[in-house]
T-cell receptor, first 115, second 110 residues
Framework: GAVVSQHPSWVICKSGTSVKIECRSL??????MFWYRQFPKQSLMLMAT?????????EQGVEKDKFLINHASLTLSTLTVTSAHPEDSSFYIC???????????FGPGTRLLVL | GDSVTQMEGPVTLSEEAFLTINCTYT??????LFWYVQYPGEGLQLLLK?????DKGSNKGFEATYRKETTSFHLEKGSVQVSDSAVYFC?????????FGKGTKLTVNP
């Protein structure tokens, strides 16, 4: 149990376009979902925390107008990278939690390349 | 703020060798400590955890002991297998979020 999927697994887009990444908890209801960004040879950096039906809480330095997060249901959260630029190219990982922040189940990640 | 430092990789070992991946942390309060593993093409999976000082987490032959005096949580395995090849992340829970180290890539050769 506790499977989290992400779609797409990788995406290439042109600069200036928007890209949406989905994160789904397949066999449980996730009250909280987390979005991380991982640079090569770097740790996972938390971008934002979202609770179902509430606005996401963004970490310091993360542009909320750039990275739109929607958590409309207990099994789905989306991250939209708006007006993407090459510097947004990265590996984006989501995780989902039933309750405690300590128990997070991670998706396989989405690799974004902006040309 | 809270932080985790783990040894730089990559680490390459032969099958049945002993593994140690060092991890130290800086935190306020008393965080829980974790090791996550990421196999190729998959998401991070919790490998083991410890919630208080002197606790030992163990799973699949891996062990790590929460050492408060040295603020460490080193990962060890007595005899690695090819199937252990993966990226290992040390993490702590603090301030309502997980803080990760940079990850250590382990390759085990037959």
């Amino acid at each position: 149990g506790a499977v989290v999927s992400q779609h797409p697994s990788w995406v290439i887009c042109k600069s200036g376009t928007s890209v949406k990444i989905e994160c789904r908890s397949l066999d449980f209801q996730a009250t909280t979902m987390f979005w991380y960004r991982q640079f090569p040879k770097q740790s996972l950096m938390l971008m934002a925390t979202s609770n179902e039906g509430s606005k996401a809480t963004y970490e310091q330095g993360v542009e909320k107008d750039k990275f739109l997060i929607n958590h409309a249901s207990l099994t789905l959260s989306t991250l939209t990278v708006t007006s993407a630029h090459p510097e947004d190219s990265s590996f984006y990982i989501c995780s989902a939690s039933r309750q405690a922040v300590e128990t997070q189940y991670f998706g396989p990640g989405t690799r974004l390349l902006v040309l | 703020g809270d932080s985790v430092t783990q040894m730089e990789g990559p680490v390459t070992l032969s099958e049945e060798a002993f593994l140690t991946i060092n991890c130290t942390y800086t935190a306020t309060g008393y965080p829980s400590l974790f090791w996550y593993v990421q196999y190729p093409g998959e998401g991070l999976q919790l490998l083991l955890k410890a919630t208080k000082a002197d606790d030992k987490g163990s799973n699949k032959g891996f062990e790590a002991t929460y050492r408060k005096e040295t603020t460490s949580f080193h990962l060890e395995k007595g005899s690695v297998q090819v199937s252990d090849s993966a990226v290992y992340f040390c993490a702590l829970s603090g301030s309502e979020k997980l803080v990760f180290g940079k990850g250590t890539k382990l390759t085990v050769n037959p």
